[in-house]
């Protein structure tokens, strides 16, 4: 795998509510605290992010220093299988004199616990000593029942063209006037005249009168729309169609002689779920009879975005939700674009600073921009060049990755 330089851009402003509970180095062994956590109490709530900074306090070097978290246990000391305390580093290699690290913790629960208070201790050690442990504690309460939906109001468009997507949203009341959180179910009337996502998207397929339905808590509101065409004009008549049973089939894109086709969503057949994993390649020389040539599988539910560039030296597919949220290149072979040349083993770019494994949205890190440097005289990237890869990190900074082509075609090779 190649490693991507890196650094943090900017920050989005991240508040955090922390209560003192209790801390206590009286298990380290030695007479002298050389290491300290700061702050000395922390606790966490159930799913929170925060950071704690260790230092040494000594006056010689200290390292390796292990962050090591026991077990979570309940008010009565019994041992909880299944939540667990991440640390983010593991290890820090030397402490010098005066050094301090920010320690990022993640709490994760691994599921639902019962009400009451939990502790978990963080030690630090070094050579088999416990140099300093840090007491965090974390109060499980689950939140009262929301209060009977009494009334729900759809609010968007009444007027929605055919093959646009629209945003619908509605928004629920109890007896009193007050908003009831939850997640409305979707429907649009006529059955199977378009789709709605789970998050009030809707697409029409045809021009006519339709209905968008909420219903939340037993309560419903239907919002009457009409559908106009696109006022398309001219005709079309099928030549011919290769047929995809399995998935779903999303983007479609041509080059020459070959067209490309993307998928999406869960599809079952026969009692077989296939989900848009697959980006598949198609011979369109006798437009009549498209042939399916090869295929490309990759972690993902959506395939789309399928875009060959204009001079055909480069294919680029983007994919949605993989299982691991990793980020790979596939190279494909465009004097004959059935084939796939390689794949990179790994990802190019996975959380792994601290900005990125913590934040709004932990682990997460998304590729957004991507800047090129050089390029030769007919307009090819110049293998040496450097590119500039600007990403999303938690949902709370923007990033900057470095590396070169040839480091990036490279990594399809090893």
């Known amino acids: 795998m190649i490693r991507l330089s890196r650094k943090w851009?900017?920050?989005?402003?991240?508040?955090?509510?922390?209560?003192?509970?209790?801390?206590?180095?009286?298990?380290a062994p030695q007479s002298e605290a050389l290491v300290q956590f700061s702050p000395q109490a922390v606790e966490l709530e159930t799913g929170r992010d925060t950071a704690v900074v260790i230092r040494n306090v000594g006056d010689a070097a200290i390292g390796p220093v292990a962050l090591v978290a026991g077990g979570v246990e309940d008010e009565g000391g019994s041992l909880i299988p299944g939540p667990r305390l991440v640390t983010t580093p593991t290890e820090i290699a030397?402490?010098?004199?005066?050094?301090?690290?920010?320690?990022?913790?993640?709490?994760?629960?691994?599921?639902?616990?019962?009400?009451?208070?939990?502790?978990?201790?963080?030690?630090?050690?070094?050579?088999?000593?416990?140099?300093?442990?840090l007491d965090l504690g974390f109060l499980v309460s689950a939140p009262p029942p929301p209060a009977p939906v009494v009334t729900l109001a759809i609010t968007g468009p009444t007027s929605v063209r055919q093959g646009d997507v629209v945003q619908?949203?509605?928004?629920?009341?109890?007896?009193?006037?007050?908003?009831?959180?939850?997640?409305?179910?979707?429907?649009?009337?006529?059955?199977?005249?378009?789709i709605v996502a789970a998050g009030g998207r809707v697409v029409t397929y045809e021009p006519g009168p339709r209905s968008v339905v909420a219903t939340l808590g037993g309560v419903s509101d239907t919002l009457d729309i009409s559908v106009p065409g696109r006022g398309l004009a001219g005709s079309f008549s099928s030549v011919g169609q290769g047929l995809e049973r399995d998935r779903f089939s999303s983007d479609l894109?041509?080059?020459?002689?070959?067209?490309?086709?993307?998928?999406?969503?869960?599809?079952?057949?026969?009692?077989?779920?296939?989900f848009g994993n697959a980006l598949f390649a198609w011979d369109v020389t006798a437009p009549a009879s498209p042939v399916l040539t090869d295929s490309v599988i990759v972690d993902a539910r959506v395939v789309n975005d399928v875009k060959v560039r204009?001079?055909?030296?480069?294919?680029?597919?983007?994919?949605?939700?993989?299982?691991?949220?990793?980020?790979?290149?596939t190279l494909l072979d465009l004097s004959d674009p059935s084939q796939v040349l390689s794949r990179s083993r790994n990802n190019i770019l996975e959380p792994r600073e601290s900005y990125e494994l913590t934040g709004q949205v932990p682990n997460v890190?998304?590729?957004?921009?991507?800047?090129?440097?050089?390029?030769?005289?007919?307009?090819?990237?110049?293998?040496?060049?450097?590119?500039?890869?600007?990403?999303?990190?938690?949902?709370?900074?923007?990033?900057?990755?470095?590396a070169t082509i040839e480091d990036l075609i490279a990594a399809c090779h090893d």
């Open 94 to 133: 030397t402490l010098n004199p005066g050094d301090e690290r920010t320690v990022w913790l993640t709490l994760d629960t691994a599921g639902a616990l019962q009400d009451g208070r939990y502790r978990v201790e963080l030690a630090a050690r070094a050579a088999e000593r416990v140099l300093s442990t």
């Open 9 to 27: 851009l900017m920050a989005a402003p991240v508040t955090a509510a922390l209560a003192a509970y209790a801390c206590s180095d009286a298990a």
């Open 253 to 274: 894109w041509l080059y020459g002689s070959h067209a490309y086709t993307g998928t999406w969503g869960g599809r079952t057949v026969l009692g077989t779920t296939r």
């Open 310 to 329: 204009a001079d055909g030296q480069l294919a680029v597919i983007t994919h949605e939700a993989s299982t691991d949220g990793l980020n790979g290149i």
């Open 365 to 402: 890190v998304f590729p957004s921009g991507m800047i090129v440097e050089q390029y030769d005289h007919e307009g090819f990237a110049e293998p040496t060049s450097q590119v500039r890869l600007y990403y999303g990190a938690a949902d709370t900074v923007v990033g900057l990755a470095v």
């Open 168 to 194: 619908y949203s509605a928004e629920a009341r109890d007896g009193d006037g007050q908003p009831v959180p939850g997640t409305p179910q979707w429907t649009l009337l006529p059955a199977g005249s378009g």
